[in-house]
């Protein structure tokens, strides 16, 4: 008879367990209580959105380094990711499927700055089920994210300035109008702007000799 994973770093973050039965996902309904309960303790103790922004992000940094570390025991691997795409394509892949079941929907590089890149990510299960009141205008709920992203980046020794960003779906875009719930369709995606320090874009352009 198979046994589910004795050692705790071994079983899944969500989804169901290897060799096991067991439901081991966290429910959206939980998560979405607990974030906005999150997002509402931090509100009432900051005095500006962009204050309430930095928290959120705070909030997620040190779950960022902890995937990390998480996900780098699992490989079992002993080296690290040196260059600059690959710990890109591991965040988009490996760290969005660990937490959320599924990759990131893409990946792109600036076309004007060398050093920054979007990871684009069309349901973020953080702003899916939290309204922004108006009065908070431009706040993005997704800085929570962007949070996790910079935890593994500076984890990994990639030193980068990650922010989230609510942009506007064109009509025909994929993810347009599209929903994986019964809330109405979103008009909008989450874009996580990734800007690397000089030092690592240096250290990347080096390798390539």
């Known amino acids: 008879m198979s046994r589910a994973p004795s050692n705790i770093l071994d079983r ?3 989804g169901r367990g290897r060799n ?18 999150l997002v509402q303790y931090h509100q009432s103790r900051v005095a ?6 930095r928290r959120l992000e705070s909030s997620g940094y040190g779950i960022g380094l902890k995937v990390l570390e998480l996900l780098s025991y699992r490989s079992r691997e002993s080296k690290r ?3 600059l795409m690959n ?3 591991f965040v988009s892949a490996n760290v969005w499927k660990s937490l959320f079941g599924k990759p990131a929907d893409s990946l792109e590089r600036s076309i004007d700055h060398a050093d920054e890149f979007m990871i684009v990510d069309y349901e973020p299960l953080t702003s899916t089920y939290v309204s922004v009141p108006s009065d ?4 993005s709920v997704d800085s929570f994210l962007s949070g996790i992203v910079a935890g593994v980046l500076d984890g990994a020794g990639f030193s980068a300035r990650v922010t989230a960003h609510s942009v506007t779906l064109e009509e025909g875009e994929a993810g347009y109008g599209s929903s994986n719930s019964s809330l109405p369709p979103r008009k909008d995606k989450a874009v996580f702007l990734v800007k690397f320090s000089p030092e690592v874009l240096k250290r990347d352009t080096g390798l390539e000799r």
């Open 12 to 14: 899944p973050l969500g």
């Open 20 to 37: 096991s039965s067991t439901e081991t996902a966290v429910s959206q309904s939980a998560f979405a209580y607990l974030y906005s309960e």
């Open 48 to 53: 500006s959105i962009s204050e309430l922004e």
């Open 81 to 83: 990711e040196t260059r």
């Open 87 to 89: 710990i890109l394509q």
């Open 136 to 139: 908070l205008g431009q706040l």
